[in-house]
């Protein structure tokens, strides 16, 4: 696109007339010039340019002198953070080929540069990471992050967060039966697994606040209408607390905003009977004091599994509906104090079993299942949230988040793993989880800091019943009638904080701390015949430091070092015929990072790295305790030892104005060093569902014609899943390679889309099935290569 120069001189006050709701702002924009130094909070959302600059110039009191053809084809990147007028002013126009100067009265001049032919490139855009709590960048963070945008998760083939795990370094998917996920090499649900439901290592939260133990594997959160999501590679326990031992990730949808009705629709349909729709509208209910957005999208496809004993064809199916509510309020008319309520209702019919069996020969990607019980698992999961802003003061800002969430699922499903009707059983999950976080923070030259309280209250019951016989794996069968029922209820509280000291120019040093203290109640119930109906109360308390040393070699490269303490809350656990309580204590990990920040070539290309090794100590390992029977007289105790070391590396480069690349590796090597369960001596092998290597490369392009292409290559070495079975749970190494091809005009688009390009058979998460009388092993096995067309209207 050419761009000429207007003689005429826009003033953006002049089309502060179009915008009464923004001269209502406290700023007077004819005082004069405003001061070119200080620092603003920003919260402004991509929108048209015009748009996001008339909020700028009421935030700050800048003048913007517009020359430019037509301001209307322009859209703003989203500004998020503290930052000067200038800083924010060249976010908000990046990748726009427009140059930004600033006149000796202070205010700007935005104008279409006029090269001789296009300008070759823009900078890669900043990101301030929500999940710092601190208003730091991408580039300032010494976390390892994972970041997918807005643009990102709109033109790649992202629909929902487990496609962003498939995309991150480190970072493998896996089932929800036990674990959904794997961030450097450890799953969720612990080495071993877990004998509880209310510990995790790692959480997923939206809009600031975390779901449930279960909530987190079994649902998997829209990414439509997200502003962003980020995976934090590494312990978060200091500033997160509980459950973020390997990570945590952060969903982050769009708040609703003042600039009118704005919406869009997307509907999507392909192979396999898959249909996608999806609606956002936004509402301005009262003036720059009270909007509302609103979200509805149902997801569904048949996969490629069919039953052939009961003649079931989608039992690799996807039925997923949600709904969110967004308002914001904001009761003095701008953005110093701002109320954000959430609520999202997620109703889910997929299958979370969708398992197929190993033939003699070992294929288990022949595509059926021979089950006489489907699998049934009907779950609805709500949220809600409440987040308070209140800008103090040009240093301090108070934070308020509460938290709620809600969590039930009814299991129906195949116990004996064949075509007889031996046996069926029915499981339950329910779980409620409130939660309240108060923060301060303070923001001065050489010195910031932030202080925050924390207080939850969960409650987790889980059980199963089942009555009939089930193959013992010798051609016999044995006889099962069990029920078991767990409840635990946990209460915690929290003091943090973080302290960031800049004593002199270019060095860093960050002290943060999480004093932790927790208590639990925990009700077990057994009957298979012998009745076991035992509680017990325990109370633990954790001190979680953590340090970051950085230094800015120059103005586009900074190095640092850091230390972080993570932990997984203990708990009780029961012997049902032992009649015994044993409660264990939290395990730990010291991990010790190396980082770099690297932005080159005028910000165009985006270089980060992270070294780390990290120790686990006083890992919760499962035994059977003496003349206890395998399997009912279990118990967790503290008893293991291991490491992990690797590296993650993130590039994006924005090569031209039209084409963006992007690529990130993962490194892992993983190894018990002390650890024998339920007899097994583990020492010297790797952890299960911990793949060496992962790699993402990709790239977009759209041009001023309205073409636009997105392709992303992603690939996973091989692992195991079991670490009971590690042969006959072998899962193979992938390439998965998707994409989306289109045309677009202002205000819509229509596109191909692919998932699985290659086709590539690859297994998921594998059981050993000799147990069960199977030849070999069984499990869930990847969805096969699907192709459709989309559309999607903006207004």
């Known amino acids: 696109m050419e761009y000429r120069k207007k003689n005429n001189r826009i003033n953006l006050l002049c089309s502060l007339a179009f915008a009464p709701a923004l001269i209502t702002a406290p700023v007077a924009l004819g005082q004069g010039a405003a001061d070119s130094s200080a620092t603003y909070r920003f919260e402004i959302q991509a929108k048209p340019l015009i748009k996001a600059l008339q909020d700028f110039t009421v935030l700050t009191g800048h003048q913007v002198v517009l020359q430019v053809d037509d301001i209307s084809q322009y859209k703003s990147k989203t500004v998020s953070g503290n930052f000067t007028p200038q800083q924010a002013l060249v976010q908000l126009a990046a990748s726009n080929d427009l140059h930004i100067a600033q006149t000796a009265s202070g205010d700007f001049i935005l104008e279409a540069d006029v090269p001789s032919s296009k300008p070759e490139s823009s900078k890669v855009e900043q990101i ?74 790692a959480s997923i939260l939206i809009n600031q606040v975390a779901m449930g133990v279960s909530a987190g594997n079994y649902v998997k959160p829209s990414l439509f209408d997200a502003t962003s999501v980020e995976v934090l590679r590494g312990p978060q326990s200091s500033l997160q607390g509980p459950n973020a031992l390997i990570g945590s990730v952060y969903i982050n949808y769009n708040r609703p905003d003042f600039y ?261 109640t925990t009700k077990d119930f057994k009957d298979n015949g012998f009745v076991s109906d035992q509680s017990a109360s325990e109370s633990f308390s954790q001190f979680i430091p953590s340090l970051t040393i950085t230094y800015d070699v120059s103005d586009i490269t900074r190095v640092g070092a850091s230390y972080s303490r993570g932990f997984q809350a203990g708990g ?139 392709m992303t290559y992603s690939y996973t070495d091989k692992t195991y899943s079991r670490i009971d079975a590690p042969e006959i749970t072998k899962i193979r190494d992938r390439s998965l390679l998707s994409g989306r091809i289109g045309y677009q005009q202002d205000d819509w688009r229509a596109y191909v889309w692919g998932n699985n390009l290659l086709d590539d058979d690859y297994e998921i998460f594998i059981q050993d099935g000799r147990d069960f009388g199977l030849p070999g092993a069984y499990g869930s096995i990847s969805e096969p290569r699907t192709i459709g067309v989309g559309f999607q209207l903006d207004w």
């Open 128 to 201: 301030v990471v929500v999940g710092s709590k601190t208003g730091e960048t991408r580039q300032e963070i010494a976390s390892s992050v994972g970041y997918f945008g807005e643009d990102q998760i709109k033109d790649q083939v992202i629909y929902n967060v487990e496609d962003a795990f498939d995309r991150t370094a480190n970072v493998s998917i896996g089932s929800s039966i036990s674990g959904a996920y794997s961030i450097r090499g450890v799953n969720t649900d612990g080495i071993a697994g877990s004998l509880n439901r209310s510990n995790a290592l």
């Open 260 to 520: 009118g009705y704005e919406g869009a629709l997307r509907a999507e349909a392909g192979q396999f009977d898959t249909m996608r729709l999806a609606l956002m509208q936004n509402f301005v209910l009262s003036e720059n004091t009270l909007a509302a957005r609103v979200v509805v999208e149902t997801r569904q496809s048949d996969g490629d599994v069919i039953n052939t004993t009961t003649g079931r064809e989608d039992v690799q199916n996807e039925d997923e509906e949600t709904v969110r509510l967004a308002l914001r309020w904001q009761p003095l008319g701008d953005e110093d104090l701002v109320f954000d309520f959430t609520y999202m209702h997620n109703k889910s019919d997929t299958n979370a079993t969708p398992f197929v069996s190993a033939l003699p020969d070992g294929d288990i990607f022949h595509g059926e299942q021979t089950y006489n019980i489907e699998g049934d698992f009907p779950s609805d999961f709500d949220l809600f949230s409440l987040e308070a802003s209140w800008q103090i003061s040009d240093k301090f800002r108070f934070t308020s988040v509460t938290g709620f969430n809600d969590f039930g699922v009814e299991q129906r499903f195949e116990g004996d793993h064949t075509a007889f009707d031996l046996l069926g059983v029915d499981g339950f999950m329910n779980e409620e989880l409130f939660s309240q976080e108060f923060r301060l923070n303070y923001e001065g030259e050489q010195f910031s800091a932030l202080v925050g309280l924390f207080y939850s209250d969960g409650d987790y019951n889980n059980g199963f019943t089942g009555a009939g016989v089930f193959p013992d794996g010798k051609g016999g069968v044995v006889p099962f009638n069990n029920t078991v029922e767990s409840t635990e209820i946990i209460e915690q509280q929290a003091l943090f904080g973080q302290i960031n000291w800049q004593p002199i120019e270019d060095w860093e040093f960050k002290f943060g701390a999480r004093f932790n203290k927790e208590e639990r």
């Open 572 to 710: 009780i656990s029961f012997a049902m015929f032992l009649g015994e309580a044993t409660p264990y204590d939290e395990e730990y990990i010291d991990n010790y990072e190396l980082f770099m920040r690297n932005q080159l070539f005028d910000g165009k290309l985006l270089l980060n790295a992270n070294l780390f090794y990290f120790d686990w100590s006083d890992q919760q390992v499962t035994i059977t305790l003496p003349g206890g029977l395998p399997g009912f007289d279990d118990a967790v105790v503290n008893a293991g030892k291991s490491k992990v070391s690797g590296a993650e590396f993130e590039i994006e480069y924005q090569a031209t104005a039209d084409l963006n690349l992007f690529a990130n590796f993962g490194f892992i090597d993983t190894e018990f060093k002390e650890f024998v369960t339920k007899g097994v001596d583990l020492a010297g092998m790797s952890f299960s569902q911990a793949p060496e290597f992962t790699a993402n490369l990709g790239g977009l392009y759209q041009n001023d014609n309205g073409f636009f292409a997105s």
